[in-house]
DNA sequence: TCAATAGTGTCTGTTAGACATTATGGA
DNA sequence: TCCATAATGTCTAACAGACACTATTGA
């Protein structure tokens, strides 16, 4: 949120929207606006001279979340909606995907739940809204999640980063049946117990060349 | 591309891609940029005092196509990519579509089909790829191809608008199955003849209420 | 033994696409 | 009479999702 040092007004804001697997859900990181009120925001910042967008987009989700995003996306140009912290007439969303955990947050920034998002200002809210569905339609699930992973995991893990991604339950066998299908992962000859029950085999992604003629992965998956 | 009136550099231009089926392929509205080189672009303008992206975005639409478009989608934010025939540091980009046919130009533009495009500048080249499949992947095809025809057409003809806009061959039973399923066309009792073979019925767009438990409508298709 | 999770095999309903056939006009 | 296009019925392969079952651990 620096300013710009000549004190003129900035021709626009890059407002991110950075997101990580955390807890079993998805997390978005906010900033504490100091001064009177105690508001919340999207992290943002005005372009230093001659930076192009996505590089601003990339300065500010690092120096926010304390670590650089797997993946990255515009979202869309937002004016109107009058209120912005930064009172920038013009805003350049952008949404960033960081491994499971998110980093040390910057200071005055904190993870929140997506479920529990206190109210922000209205373009925020708007970025937020759209970042969220940027990423989910946008995102090329196959090469990025495994970027949030540990080198080994589980299937379960596995799913659980795509149901977190897709936002929606995914069918156990289904899941498997696609993964296998697609040559994406392969099984180490280790395996974790967790907790209760039988223990999970451990995998790697170790994507093989494309089979003459194999489909792409589909997961139209749904249901329990 | 009129310019700021006391010569200030515009903050951003808003670029936009006019697209209309035209001669059983996809147009886009290009202008012959005057001077020197006889080159081509995109139409674009510098929003008004206040005017919001949005409006902008219908304005210049308008004034190139001579017609508003029937559905219009922001496509991104560019800079970089140097070559912007107004010199703006960063375009908006739109994609806008229009009834068939696509209404006069005015003076300058020209409907160009997609498969001989010329040269253009590079952020131009670049918005129009991108606006053409932001157009493919946000249209919601099933309310907007009917503004793109008269109100009473033959299958085959809403077929074609179908392909022109997902730039692929459907198949022509599953096309008319997934129709039937999605309860969007009644046939009228008028035929047409058109040519050499069997006369085609007309139909009229009447979406009837969603029965409980119906699907929307999958154009899934491929094929013949 | 019970509860919980991993991992698999089988069945079924849906549907995209292929194919074939009939219908109906113009040349 | 051909030929081209409209319109429709049937068949099949692919596959999502349901379901049931086995396997393997901790409590």
Redesign the interface.
């Known amino acids: 949120m620096s300013r710009d040092p000549r004190g003129k007004r900035p021709?626009?804001t890059v407002d991110v929207v950075a997101v990580t697997p955390r807890d079993g859900t998805l997390a978005v990181l906010l900033e504490r606006r100091g001064g009177s009120r105690d508001g919340w925001g999207l992290p943002y910042d005005v372009p230093l001279p001659g930076e192009?967008?996505e590089r601003t987009a990339t300065r500010v989700i690092t120096r926010a979340a304390g670590a650089a995003p797997a993946w990255m996306g515009?979202i869309?140009?937002y004016?109107?909606l009058t209120s912005h912290p930064g009172a920038s007439a013009?805003s350049?969303g952008y949404v960033g995907l960081l491994p499971v955990g998110g980093g040390a947050p910057g200071p005055g920034g904190e993870w929140v739940a997506l479920a529990g998002l206190p109210g922000l200002p209205e373009r925020h809210g708007r970025i937020l809204d759209d970042g969220i569905a940027t990423l989910r339609?946008r995102l090329d699930l196959a090469p990025v999640a495994f970027r949030l992973l540990p080198a080994s995991f589980t299937l379960s893990e596995l799913q659980q980063i795509y149901e977190l991604l897709l936002g929606r339950r995914l069918h156990k066998a289904s899941f498997r049946r696609a993964l296998q299908a697609a040559w994406l992962v392969e099984p180490t000859d280790e395996w974790r117990s967790e907790g209760r029950g039988r223990p999970a085999q451990l995998y790697r992604y170790a994507p093989k060349k494309r089979r003459r003629g194999r489909r792409g992965v589909r997961f139209d998956l749904l249901g329990s």
């Open positions: 021709s626009y192009p967008l515009q869309a140009a004016d109107g013009l350049i339609d």
